[in-house]
């Protein structure tokens, strides 16, 4: 029960780091794409037709780049657009200039541009926030590194650019939020670790195996929480877990998941609470 109140107290606590960082610049333009797409301004500002939404997807999937209108209408059409698709795509611009802040859409040759110029992106602020927590993690300021890194988890809404979630040139960059989004979450679950807070990153880790089966980190950070706790026997049926995933691929569990499990036999079988001879996971 306790796990499930420090869950919550933290999920809570993240709503209001989000809350704050989308107050701290009131009068800027801030584009949300981690989740469902939003706009927020010092006025408001509301998109709801599909075809805007999906049309500003495509500007801010490449946003400060000049986009030529063949490549929106390839992007906008993803089979055969009509005839019209050209002047169809000046009519979405114009009605979008007209939504949003001034100057936010720029007219570049036989292009569009969106322009961040006084405007913020949730995905960019993501980036920066999940590469400083990992550089903190290396130098080892754990409590800095879990700021950072909670900070960039509070921005996650949902799955980034929804608009676009079924288009196959938005899955490198679908793809590489997903993957910070992870290295955000290791991250976190590292420095509870490294500060003695293994209780309270026990929940976060089960979930994350279980999104994220062949990641080895979680399933290592797993065992070290669960070793932490006095959960001894858990800890390797975690890493066994990890063993059987990656052995349905016809992979072998790395030499850091192997000398993890050996130190948690050796510590367990020293504390009395294992047996020395249950069977250590696969050599390569």
């Not at 408001?44 to 209408?73: F, K, N, W, Y």
């Amino acid at each position: 029960m306790t796990g499930v109140i420090n869950m919550a107290e933290r999920r809570a606590a993240l709503t209001d780091r989000r809350e704050q960082a989308r107050h701290a610049h009131p009068c800027a333009t801030r584009f949300e794409v981690l989740g469902t797409l939003d706009v927020r301004s010092d006025r408001v500002v509301q998109i709801t037709r599909a075809s805007h939404r999906r049309m500003l997807s495509l500007l801010l999937l490449d946003a400060e780049r000049r986009l030529p209108i063949g490549t929106l209408i390839d992007r906008f059409w993803s089979d055969r657009p009509p005839t019209t698709a050209k002047a169809a795509v000046h009519t979405h611009m114009s009605a979008l200039r007209h939504q949003l802040p001034h100057r936010s859409i720029i007219t570049e040759g036989d292009g569009y541009r969106l322009a961040l110029d006084t405007a913020r992106l949730d995905s960019d602020e993501f980036s920066d926030l999940v590469r400083r927590a990992v550089t903190l993690a290396r130098e080892r300021r754990w409590q800095q590194a879990l700021a950072a890194a909670d900070s960039a988890i509070g921005l996650w809404r949902g799955d980034p650019f929804e608009e676009l979630a079924g288009d196959a040139f938005a899955q490198p960059e679908i793809g590489r939020l997903d993957e910070l989004r992870a290295a955000a979450l290791e991250t976190r679950s590292e420095a509870l670790l490294c500060l003695g807070r293994a209780s309270e990153a026990l929940p976060d880790l089960e979930w994350s195996v279980r999104q994220f089966p062949l990641r080895e980190g979680f399933s290592r950070l797993l065992a070290r929480a669960r070793q932490q706790t006095g959960s001894h026997a858990e800890a390797l049926r975690s890493l066994r877990q990890t063993e059987r995933a990656l052995a349905e691929l016809g992979l072998e569990p790395s030499p850091e998941l192997r000398a993890l499990e050996r130190q948690i036999l050796t510590h367990a079988a020293d504390a009395g609470g294992i047996d020395r001879h249950v069977r250590p996971l696969r050599s390569a």
